[in-house]
């Protein structure tokens, strides 16, 4: 059973920092696609960037000079650096792996990230 665990998530003021972390296990095929999405209180889910097994990136434009995607695809792990955080990044942030041949589609269970003023 695949399994996707993130964390690193807290409370942080607005220019602080995080690192998020997601740990992929149960699973003996490729992990092709690994993306973070957030969804802000009251709102949907959001896609703030993704990275291939290659590591072509791709960032939301609200994150893009900001925000770091990175993987280690020994340890079937991923990252999201947050850096210059803002009030508006406040969210529950997911983890999302798009795995094997058909590309199925698996989520963590979330970690919140609060920024506060």
């Known amino acids: 059973q695949v399994q996707l665990v993130e964390s690193g998530g807290g409370s942080v003021q607005v220019g602080g920092s995080l690192r998020l972390s997601c740990a992929a296990s149960?699973?003996?095929?490729?992990?092709?696609?690994m993306a973070w999405y957030r969804q802000p209180p009251g709102n949907q889910r959001e896609l703030v960037a993704s990275?291939?097994?290659?590591?072509?990136?791709n960032y939301a434009d609200s994150v893009k000079g900001r925000f770091t995607i990175s993987r280690d695809n020994a340890k079937n792990t991923m990252y999201l650096q947050m850096n210059s955080l803002k009030p508006e990044d406040t969210a529950v942030y997911y983890c999302?792996?798009?795995?094997?041949?058909?590309?199925?589609?698996?989520w963590g269970q979330g970690t919140q990230v609060t920024v506060s003023s």
């Open positions: 999302n792996a798009l795995i094997g041949r058909f590309s199925n589609s698996y």
């Open positions: 149960g699973s003996s095929f490729s992990i092709n696609v």
């Open positions: 990275i291939t097994s290659g590591g072509s990136t």
